[in-house]
């Protein structure tokens, strides 16, 4: 009885609610990524917003702007030096580095910082609040807007960069712009898994999505619902159960991806 007065609590209300807002950012731009090949710079943005998140805790500031401050600002470095696939990946690289090694700096100078850091790492989605979640519902919007006016060149450049440049859409442009918003989405997912554990929100439900569809469309519909499941499923198992509300969403959306696998080695047989 006492899971069910749990899940009626105001801060269940509220993570369910931001859980809906995260899994329509994470499901649309989770496709994106898995088509740039861009993987491993999601992963890596979360870890660049993590000196502004501890810089901002050490200035008293909220968590989320230093992080998105952070984020963006990497993503706009990567998105402009790494023009192709091979050069995303050391650009990537280096300002993962130093960004990293620039969070941990801050973390030392601040004792309230490096108690964060837990936090940071593996995320908090029960302690989300209103304000954030006003937040996170302007994003949601704003992204759908600029996804409605550049779908058709990102989707063209994302699929087959070098046909898209011979036809005259700019890929610079188009790295840019994906990576700022990639960095728009990280800001908001992390509150729930963390750093460490994005990519259960980012990556994992799109290519589960890529391997149940067939279209781009409909691969970002079933990449949302996946991860809005991952994430309502995890806040149900942990309040019924002693466990992280994190490790419960990671794992339901690592089962999926399993569960998608065994379907396509059936069918290939």
Not at 72 to 86: E, F, N, P, T, W
Not at 207 to 213: C, G, P, Q, R, S
Request: charge should be positive; glycine fraction near 10%.
């Amino acid at each position: 009885p006492e899971w069910l007065d749990t899940l009626s609590a105001p801060f269940m209300t509220n993570a369910f609610i931001a859980g809906l807002c995260i899994a329509l950012a994470a499901g649309v731009m989770g496709y994106f990524t898995i088509a740039r090949r861009s993987t491993f710079a999601a992963h890596a943005l979360a870890h660049i917003g993590l000196p502004g998140a501890t810089g901002a805790v050490l200035l008293g500031l909220p968590v989320s702007l230093g992080m998105g401050v952070f984020a963006l600002g990497g993503a706009l470095v990567i998105g402009a030096l790494g023009q192709r696939v091979s050069e995303r990946e050391i650009a990537t690289g280096t300002v993962l580095a130093f960004a990293t090694g620039l969070g941990l700096f801050f973390a030392r100078l601040s004792s309230s910082a490096s108690s964060q850091m837990q936090s940071i790492l593996f995320g908090s989605v029960l302690t989300i609040t209103t304000g954030q979640i006003v937040g996170f519902a302007i994003f949601d919007v704003l992204l759908l807007v600029v996804l409605a006016v550049i779908y058709r060149p990102l989707l063209f450049s994302s699929l087959d960069e070098q046909v898209a440049q011979a036809k005259g859409v700019p890929i610079g442009v188009m790295n840019v712009a994906f990576m700022a918003i990639m960095a728009g989405v990280i800001t908001i997912a992390v509150p729930a898994v963390g750093t460490l554990l994005i990519f259960a929100l980012v990556i994992t439900p799109a290519a589960t999505a890529n391997i149940l569809t067939g279209t781009p469309f409909k691969s970002m519909v079933v990449s949302g619902l996946l991860c809005l499941a991952a994430i309502w499923g995890g806040l149900v198992v942990s309040a019924m159960f002693p466990a992280p509300p994190s490790f419960i969403i990671v794992t339901i959306s690592t089962l999926f991806w399993i569960v998608a696998k065994i379907i396509e080695s059936a069918r290939r047989r």
